[in-house]
Structure formats: structure tokens, C-alpha cells
């Protein structure tokens, strides 16, 4: 069975940083695509970032440019992402995402970001 695990979440200070994780089991992870979204209440999914399978290509949302950072790890089965210079705005659940020629979803981690 296919499990994508996030872990990393919690409560931030405003100018904090949090590092999420996606562990991904039960499939051939250096082929996959991997992205995380998030979604606030009430709102639409949306993209926060991107990597492509060999780590070359990312993409990020216009909102985190610059304060975003995904990587991931093949030997690890794990990609991570970086965030800095927290908002009150990133506050959401943050979901990881594989994709090929299907697509799969972690359970997803709450970030808060607040004072």
C-alpha cells in the first residue's frame, strides 16, 4: 500500500521557520514527481511547491518565493520542505503530494503561524 506521512507542523512566531517532511512508502519514489499544496479553511487547494523527480526542476507559488525551499532525498524516500520568514497568511494544512501516473496524498500537518 501507498503511504505518503507528513510530519513537521506545528505553532510559529511570525518570522519563524518550520521544516516539513514527507516520508513515501509503497512505491518507486525516484520516479515520481512530488509537490506540497496546502489549504486553509474554507478556501481551494492550491500549490505551494514543486519538484520534479531527479531534484533538477521546481517550481514555487509567487506568495513564497524566496522563503520556500523543496528538496528531496531518493535514498531517503523523503522530500522536505524548507520554510522561513513565516506569514500569519501560510498558516493551513500542508499536504505532500506524489504524482506520475497516479497521484497520491499524505493525510497532511497544521501550520499555524501566529503571536
Known amino acids: 500500500q501507498v503511504q505518503l506521512v507528513e510530519s513537521g507542523g506545528g505553532l510559529v512566531q511570525p518570522g519563524g521557520s518550520l521544516r516539513l517532511s514527507c516520508v513515501v512508502s509503497?512505491?518507486?519514489?525516484?520516479?515520481?514527481?512530488m509537490g506540497w499544496h496546502r489549504q486553509a479553511p474554507g478556501k481551494q487547494r492550491e500549490l505551494v511547491a514543486s519538484i520534479s523527480s531527479g531534484g533538477v526542476t521546481t517550481n514555487y507559488a509567487d506568495s513564497v518565493k524566496g522563503r520556500f525551499t523543496i528538496s528531496r532525498d531518493n535514498a531517503k524516500n523523503t522530500v522536505y520542505l524548507q520554510m522561513n520568514s513565516l506569514k500569519p497568511e501560510d498558516t493551513a494544512v500542508y499536504y505532500c503530494?506524489?504524482?506520475?501516473?497516479?497521484?497520491?496524498w499524505g493525510q497532511g500537518t497544521q501550520v499555524t503561524v501566529s503571536s
Open positions: 509503497g512505491l518507486r519514489f525516484s520516479t515520481y514527481g
Open positions: 503530494k506524489a504524482n506520475w501516473f497516479q497521484t497520491y
